[in-house]
């Protein structure tokens, strides 16, 4: 028994290393019990969602503060989509009699769930991340960008008010200044030796700016349906 118990005992932390508390899972809230009853399925949906959207904001605001995102980074990130996808496949399963009001929650739930996925997606690009956050025009493109997820975590953890319309219009600003980057870019090139190739992957990136940007407002806007709420976005 003596020689058994250090062995024990470092089995038990090796566990709780791979397999971490329940708390730790953002998806641990999404008991089956639950899905019979509608409402309270998706409040903890809403909860669950806003959790995870709070964890890839968080994730990403170090990523570009650093500048580079390293293989924990992404891991993370990845774990925090297939939560997304848990969450989906949870809100689909809740059962309802097609009342009108919870089909609508459902439904901005799925959509929160399917941008919640996109916005992973685009965090796990970590090449375009580099390009973006060491190019100073790019950081540049990026401040509102940056501004509006300090916005959303202190609304997601209940400190601010809600940044819908913040970021209707930072995801709109950017879709309308891709013209002008575009042009800025191309007439940079000019003065400077920079190849074809160098000009596509600055493109891609606030391509990839605009579309962080763009996701975050449709999973912003789905939280205030999913949650009831009438917030203009």
């Known amino acids: 028994m003596i020689a058994v118990l250090p ?16 708390a730790d ?29 709070a964890r890839l904001l968080a994730g990403f605001r170090s990523m570009w503060d650093a500048g580079r995102a390293t293989a924990r980074d992404l891991e993370s990130v990845s774990q925090l989509q297939t939560s ?7 809100a689909l ?9 919870i089909r609508l929650r459902q439904q901005a739930a799925l959509h929160a769930c399917d941008h919640g996925d996109r916005l992973a997606e685009r965090f796990l690009d970590d090449e375009r991340l580099s390009v973006s956050a060491h190019d100073l025009d790019l950081r540049h493109a990026a401040e ?31 879709v ?6 575009r042009e800025r870019a191309i007439a ?11 000009i596509t992957r600055h493109l891609d990136a606030y391509r990839w700016i605009a579309r962080i940007a763009a996701h975050l407002w449709r ?3 789905h939280l205030d349906e999913l949650s009831g709420r009438t917030v203009a976005g």
């Open 7 to 22: 062995f024990a005992d470092r089995f038990a932390r090796l566990v709780e290393r791979l397999v971490p508390a329940p």
């Open 25 to 53: 899972d953002p998806t641990h809230r999404l008991g089956r019990a639950l899905l019979t009853d509608a409402d309270a399925a998706l409040d903890v949906v809403d909860e669950t969602l806003r959790d995870i959207t």
């Open 84 to 90: 997304c996808h848990r969450t989906q496949e949870y």
């Open 93 to 101: 399963a809740i059962e309802h009699d097609d009342q009108h009001e």
């Open 144 to 174: 509102h960008l940056i501004g509006l997820i300090d916005d959303e975590l202190r609304w997601l953890g209940g400190e601010g008010p809600d940044p819908v319309t913040e970021a209707r219009l930072v995801a709109q600003h950017l």
């Open 176 to 181: 309308d200044d891709m013209r002008p980057y």
């Open 188 to 198: 940079r090139s000019i003065d400077r030796p920079a190849d074809a190739d160098d």
């Open 219 to 221: 999973v912003n806007l």
